[in-house]
């Protein structure tokens, strides 16, 4: 039976959860999980959904071998030409995101490390226009090292994106050319640079339960926990080794979602790539369970996503807060 308790107390934050009683969590009446995730998401978060844009800095041409990745040597993806970017062009378009309404720029490198250089120096440059604006920043580019990691924070860097994607188990079905260790490793640069970690997975790959279940015990027992937790399914992409992959059920993102809230009550929990796949009332259930962050604009890196207004149009259904400072197409949403 599921207390109604709205008082916070230090069970709610936990760095020893074990494995199974993450899949017992997972597993639960679906009308019990989500009840329990939105007593945990109401104590802990306001109803407020940030908004955090994505663009791609440089793209393709990376040499690690993630199967799901259309930017990777070993896919047959077909993608759009696309220079690497240069600082005013990038700082234009997080202009254009923040009058979109967009309180983060999220910005990704297809690289499996960073090397030290111009397109460095760039990146740190483009993370300080970033800050300037007034908007969190958050970079995704491979590995990096603690030099690197300190530059970055000196620069102002909100967050590194670094996800596990899958369990420790399943990981080399997905990907050989890196280890699971090789990502903690980074990811521990990136703490110890006092940079958040923004670190999530994908559902979708053809994992089990069980796998779902182990990819959260090792987020949930990071102590502190990542500050931001993307929740991805699989965007199958033509060219990819897992163009094939069938389409997960919604409920399972929902569970994934909710999950995720219950064992990390003060992260932010996105609801990452996929969201075309989901019907509008699916993002509802994954808003009230916890979701409190999406992809905003109609491109993710190399795969679309819903329109600006469609989802500032579903966020004003729904009733969460979110930031309604934008200057485009002001008059299409309700302004409250
Ligand atoms: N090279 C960097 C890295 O691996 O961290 C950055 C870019 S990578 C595209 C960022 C994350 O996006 C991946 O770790 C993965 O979790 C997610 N992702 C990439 N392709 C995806 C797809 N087709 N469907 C769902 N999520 C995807
Ligand atoms: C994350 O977890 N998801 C975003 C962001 N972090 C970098 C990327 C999603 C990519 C989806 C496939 C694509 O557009 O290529
Ligand atoms: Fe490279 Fe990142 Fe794509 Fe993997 S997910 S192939 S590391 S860009």
């Known amino acids: 039976?599921?207390?109604?308790?709205?008082?916070?107390?230090?069970?709610?934050?936990?760095?020893?959860?074990?494995?199974?009683?993450?899949?017992?969590?997972?597993?639960?009446?679906?009308?019990?999980?989500?009840?329990?995730?939105?007593?945990?998401?109401?104590?802990?978060?306001?109803?407020?959904?940030?908004?955090?844009?994505?663009?791609?800095?440089?793209?393709?041409?990376?040499?690690?071998?993630?199967?799901?990745?259309?930017?990777?040597i070993y896919s047959s993806s077909q993608l759009k030409s696309n220079p690497l970017q240069e600082v005013a062009s990038?700082?234009?378009?997080?202009?254009?995101?923040?009058?979109?309404g967009a309180e983060r720029f999220c910005m990704g490198w297809a690289w499996r490390e960073i090397r030290d250089g111009s397109a460095f120096?760039?990146?740190?440059?483009?993370?300080?226009?970033?800050?300037?604006?007034g908007m969190e920043a958050c970079v995704t580019a491979g590995m990096l090292n603690d030099n690197q990691a300190a530059k970055l924070a000196e620069a102002g860097l909100t967050a590194y994106n670094h996800n596990l994607d899958t369990s420790p188990e399943f990981y080399r079905n997905i990907i050989t050319t890196r280890t699971y260790q090789d990502r903690l490793d980074t990811l521990k640069r990136v703490r110890n640079a006092g940079i958040n970690i923004?670190?999530?997975g994908i559902i979708g790959l053809g994992e089990s339960k069980k796998d779902r279940a182990s990819l959260?015990?090792?987020?949930?027992?990071?102590?502190?926990?990542?500050?931001?937790?993307?929740?991805?399914?699989?965007?199958?992409?033509e060219g990819t080794g897992l163009e094939d992959s069938k389409a997960i059920d919604s409920i399972e993102m929902i569970r994934m979602i909710a999950t995720a809230r219950i064992?990390?009550?003060?992260?932010?929990?996105?609801?990452?790539?996929?969201r075309e796949n989901l019907t509008k009332e699916a993002q509802i259930l994954c808003f009230q369970c916890g979701a409190n962050s999406i992809f905003y604009g109609d491109e993710l890196l190399t795969t679309s996503n819903p329109?600006?207004?469609?989802?500032?149009?579903?966020?004003?259904?729904?009733?969460?807060?979110?930031?309604?400072n934008f200057s485009f197409n002001k008059n299409a949403v309700s302004s409250k």
């Not at 009446?29 to 908004?51: E, G, S």
């Not at 234009?92 to 979109?100: C, G, N, T």
């Not at 959260?216 to 992409?237: C, G, K, T, W, Y």
């Open 307 to 324: 329109a600006c207004e469609t989802d500032r149009r579903l966020l004003s259904e729904v009733g969460v807060s979110f930031n309604k």
């Open 216 to 237: 959260l015990e090792v987020l949930s027992n990071m102590n502190p926990h990542p500050e931001s937790v993307p929740i991805n399914s699989l965007v199958a992409i």
């Open 90 to 100: 990038v700082l234009e378009r997080a202009q254009l995101a923040k009058d979109e």
């Open 121 to 133: 120096n760039s990146m740190l440059e483009m993370v300080r226009g970033v800050r300037k604006l």
């Open 1 to 72: 039976m599921i207390e109604l308790d709205l008082v916070k107390t230090s069970k709610d934050l936990r760095f020893n959860w074990c494995r199974e009683e993450i899949l017992e969590i997972l597993n639960m009446p679906l009308i019990d999980l989500m009840w329990k995730a939105q007593i945990i998401h109401r104590k802990y978060n306001d109803y407020k959904v940030q908004l955090s844009s994505l663009f791609s800095v440089k793209t393709g041409g990376c040499t690690e071998n993630c199967s799901y990745c259309s930017q990777s």
């Open 198 to 200: 923004c670190c999530g």
């Open 263 to 274: 064992l990390m009550p003060k992260s932010k929990v996105r609801l990452s790539a996929g």
